[in-house]
C-alpha cells in the first residue's frame, strides 16, 4: 500500500486561472518532493495526445522520482477504454480509475456490465485494475452490482465516500457496502457550511482530518494496508480571494493530508 497525490490535488495550481499553471513534470516533481509515492493522473485529458516519445520521457521520469503512476479517467466506451490500456502499457501503470459516465455517453447498468465484460478480460492480461468510483451520478448498489457480475480481480471500487452526498447516500454507508471491492482510495475531506444569512449550506471541502470523513472508520473497513491498497489525496479547496492564496491553501491542504495519512499510516512509509 502507498499515499500519493492525484492532479486533483494540483486542481487550481495546474488550471488556467493562475499565472503560471503547473505541467506534469512540475506535478511530478512536487509529489516526490513531498514524500508520496504515487502519482494519479485522473482526467487530465492532455495525457491522451502525448506521442510515444513523450510518454516514454514521462514514464522514465516517474522511475527516476520512484514514482508509481496510476490513471483516471471517465466513461465506459471500449475505444476509450483501450486507449487507456495502451497508455497505461507505456507508462507501467498498474490502475486506472474510471466512471460509468462520460460527456458523451450515459450506459445503462445492463450497457456498462456488457461493456466492461469486453475491456475487462484484456486488464486482466496486462495486470492491470479498473476501478468505478462511487459518485453522485450513479448509485453505489449499481456500481458494485456490475462488479459482483463480473467479479474479476480486474475490477473494483474506487472509493470516494464524499461524492455519494449529493445522491442522499450517507459516506458510511458507502464505505460498509464497497469495502470487499475497494481497489483504490482517493482521500479528500468535506463540511457543509452555513451559507451567508443562514439560508442554505455550502458543501465543500475542507483540510483532512477536520470534516466530516470518518477516517477511522474508512480504515477499519477497507484495510488498505494489509490488502495493499493505495490511498490518493485530492481535494474539494473553493477559489480564494486571489490565485496566490489559493495555491497557497492548495499547498497547504496537501501537507496536511499527506501528514494526516502518514501518520495514521505507518506501515506506508514515507520518502
Given at each position: 500500500?502507498?499515499?500519493?497525490?492525484?492532479?486533483?490535488?494540483?486542481f487550481?495550481r495546474?488550471?488556467?486561472r493562475?499565472?503560471?499553471?503547473m505541467?506534469?513534470?512540475?506535478?511530478l516533481?512536487?509529489?516526490a518532493?513531498s514524500?508520496a509515492?504515487?502519482?494519479?493522473?485522473?482526467?487530465?485529458?492532455?495525457?491522451?495526445a502525448?506521442s510515444?516519445?513523450?510518454?516514454?520521457?514521462?514514464?522514465?521520469?516517474a522511475?527516476?522520482?520512484?514514482?508509481?503512476?496510476?490513471?483516471?479517467?471517465?466513461?465506459?466506451?471500449?475505444?476509450?477504454?483501450?486507449?487507456?490500456?495502451?497508455?497505461?502499457?507505456?507508462l507501467?501503470?498498474?490502475?486506472?480509475?474510471?466512471?460509468?459516465?462520460?460527456?458523451?455517453?450515459?450506459?445503462?447498468p445492463?450497457e456498462?456490465?456488457?461493456?466492461?465484460?469486453?475491456i475487462?478480460p484484456q486488464?486482466?492480461q496486462?495486470?492491470?485494475q479498473?476501478?468505478?468510483?462511487?459518485?453522485?451520478?450513479?448509485?453505489t448498489?449499481t456500481?458494485?452490482?456490475?462488479?459482483?457480475?463480473?467479479?474479476?480481480p480486474?475490477?473494483?471500487i474506487?472509493?470516494?465516500?464524499?461524492n455519494?452526498?449529493a445522491?442522499?447516500?450517507?459516506?458510511?454507508?458507502?464505505?460498509?457496502?464497497?469495502?470487499?471491492?475497494?481497489?483504490?482510495?482517493?482521500?479528500?475531506?468535506?463540511?457543509?457550511?452555513?451559507?451567508?444569512?443562514w439560508?442554505?449550506?455550502?458543501?465543500?471541502?475542507?483540510?483532512?482530518?477536520?470534516g466530516?470523513?470518518?477516517y477511522?472508520h474508512?480504515?477499519?473497513?477497507?484495510?488498505?494496508?494489509?490488502r495493499?491498497?493505495?490511498?490518493?489525496?485530492?481535494?474539494w479547496l473553493?477559489?480564494?480571494?486571489?490565485?496566490?492564496?489559493?495555491?497557497?491553501?492548495?499547498?497547504a491542504?496537501?501537507?496536511?493530508?499527506?501528514?494526516?495519512?502518514?501518520?495514521?499510516?505507518p506501515q506506508?512509509?514515507?520518502?
Open positions: 500500500m502507498a499515499i500519493g497525490l492525484s492532479t486533483y490535488a494540483f487550481w495546474m488550471s488556467s493562475v499565472p503560471d499553471p505541467g506534469l513534470e512540475a506535478m516533481d512536487h509529489t518532493e514524500g509515492t504515487v502519482f494519479q493522473i485522473c482526467d487530465y485529458p492532455p495525457v491522451e502525448l510515444f516519445a513523450e510518454l516514454e520521457k514521462l514514464r522514465q521520469r522511475e527516476d522520482l520512484s514514482l508509481q503512476l496510476e490513471l483516471g479517467t471517465r466513461g465506459l466506451e471500449t475505444a476509450h477504454l483501450t486507449r487507456y490500456l495502451t497508455l497505461a502499457q507505456a507501467d501503470v498498474r490502475f486506472i480509475r474510471t466512471m460509468f459516465n462520460s460527456v458523451t455517453h450515459q450506459p445503462t445492463d456498462a456490465r456488457e461493456l466492461l465484460r469486453i475487462v486488464a486482466e496486462q495486470g492491470v479498473f476501478g468505478l468510483e462511487t459518485y453522485e451520478q450513479v448509485k448498489r456500481l458494485l452490482d456490475v462488479v459482483d457480475a463480473i467479479d474479476s480486474a475490477l473494483g474506487c472509493l470516494d465516500p464524499g455519494c452526498v445522491a442522499l447516500e450517507h459516506p458510511c454507508d458507502v464505505i460498509d457496502m464497497t469495502a470487499r471491492r475497494v481497489v483504490n482510495l482517493h482521500i479528500k475531506d468535506f463540511a457543509f457550511a452555513r451559507q451567508n444569512g439560508v442554505g449550506f455550502t458543501y465543500s471541502g475542507s483540510p483532512l482530518g477536520t466530516l470523513l470518518d477511522d474508512l480504515q477499519n473497513a477497507v484495510r488498505p494496508n494489509e495493499h491498497i493505495n490511498q490518493v489525496v485530492e481535494h473553493p477559489w480564494q480571494s486571489s490565485p496566490e492564496e489559493t495555491c497557497r491553501q492548495e499547498a491542504w496537501t501537507t496536511q493530508s499527506l501528514n494526516f495519512l502518514f501518520a495514521h499510516n506506508a512509509g514515507q520518502r
